[in-house]
């Protein structure tokens, strides 16, 4: 953990010697009393939090928090819904990158069991946007949806000057050689077993264009991890 994240109501109670954030700041930061470390408020500010008090099950922690709260970056990420596994990569490395949304959608080749599973009926995902927060020494998650289809994703997520989709099969251009012409993008990418022809129609009814990211098929999590980083790079944000 770079920055330990805690919700408000976390700050106000003891933290359990269990939890795994108490176990890293007493054995992996091996703070004493009163040594601070960086922590951060989920979607808040930034600063440090020290110990200063042990009890026989928790650790009373005080904290004092910067005036800034950081910004996510004007990206958007739309993706037919994967296995859960790779789900979980997603999760964390797009937090970690800082796009603004996560649209999950059912696709027409998905597997619609994917959309059902634990990681998204108990809440599961929303650690793994911690973890990947947490990385990014960031306090700010995406916001995250599940949609039943690709048509109601593209009736939920915000405007944007620029549309792509990532297609191996049918694309325009790479995406490294396409330019973008505003400050905010949405990137598209269909299911692990690509999109369906109705579902590349509705794309370019959208004012979406179809990019690769060159002749390797790759895997979601990675094709996701390089289509944000690229559009982040030209949009200037890295």
């Not at 920055?3 to 795994?20: C, Y």
């Not at 099969?169 to 990137?187: I, K, P, V």
Request: net charge neutral; aromatic share 6%; with cysteine.
């Amino acid at each position: 953990m770079n920055l330990i994240l805690f919700s408000p109501e976390e700050t106000k109670s003891p933290l359990p010697h269990q939890d795994a954030r108490a176990r890293h700041i007493a054995n992996h930061l091996r703070r004493s009393d009163h040594e601070s470390f960086d922590a951060g408020l989920i979607d808040g500010p930034r600063g440090k939090g020290w110990i200063v008090k042990r009890l026989p099950e928790a650790l009373v922690l005080e904290f004092d928090w910067e005036s800034t709260v950081s910004e996510l970056f004007p990206v958007s990420l739309l993706i037919g819904m994967p296995r859960p596994q790779t789900a979980r990569r997603i999760l964390r490395e797009a937090a970690a990158l800082g796009v603004r949304e996560l649209h999950f959608f059912s696709a027409e080749k998905g597997v619609d069991s994917y959309g059902t599973s634990r990681l998204w009926n108990t809440g599961e995902y929303h650690r793994h946007l911690v973890n990947g927060a947490e990385q990014a020494f960031s306090t700010r998650l995406p916001a995250v949806r599940l949609h039943t289809g690709l048509a109601t994703c593209l009736g939920a997520v915000p405007d944007a000057a620029d549309r792509i989709a990532l297609d191996l099969y049918e694309a325009e251009d790479a995406l490294s050689r396409n330019s973008l012409s505003g400050n905010d993008a949405l990137l598209a990418v269909g299911s692990e077993r690509g999109w369906s022809g109705a579902e590349r129609d509705c794309l370019r009814v959208a004012g979406f264009r179809l990019a690769s990211l060159g002749n390797r098929v790759l895997r979601s999590d990675t094709a996701c991890v390089s289509g944000i980083t690229l559009i982040l790079a030209k949009l200037g944000h890295l």
